[in-house]
């Protein structure tokens, strides 16, 4: 078994900061990329930001200079530090980790619960 608990959410004014965690555990042999996504009510789900093994982060254009995802490969969390958010930044966010469980395993994605994060105006 996998699982992902992530924390850090909550109710925030515009301007504020948020940072979200989200730690893997369980049966883990090797994790590729981890990452976040959120939810909007009504719309579909979509990519926040990513972070390869290497350290290589990949960003929305919304995330761009506001948001910077780090990860901690010895504890396999994956972080989002959320800057200067706005009212539209208002979802639910999930991690997303892309790992192997055995080492003959194929890579699969696994997603935490979500996290809300609500942005008052």
């Known amino acids: 078994q996998v699982q992902l608990v992530e924390s850090g959410g909550g109710l925030v004014q515009a301007g504020g900061s948020l940072r979200l965690s989200c730690a893997a555990s369980g049966s883990i042999f090797s994790i590729n990329v981890m990452g976040w996504y959120r939810q909007a009510p009504g719309k579909q789900r979509e990519l926040v930001a990513t972070i390869a093994g290497g350290g290589s982060a990949n960003y929305a254009d919304f995330a761009k200079g506001r948001f910077t995802i780090s990860r901690d490969g010895a504890k396999n969390t994956v972080d989002l530090q959320m800057n200067s958010l706005k009212p539209e930044d208002t979802a639910v966010y999930y991690c997303?980790?892309?790992?192997?469980?055995?080492?003959?395993?194929?890579?699969?994605?696994?997603w935490g619960q979500g996290t809300q994060v609500t942005v008052s105006s």
């Open positions: 997303n980790t892309n790992l192997k469980r055995r080492s003959y395993s194929l890579y699969a994605d696994y």
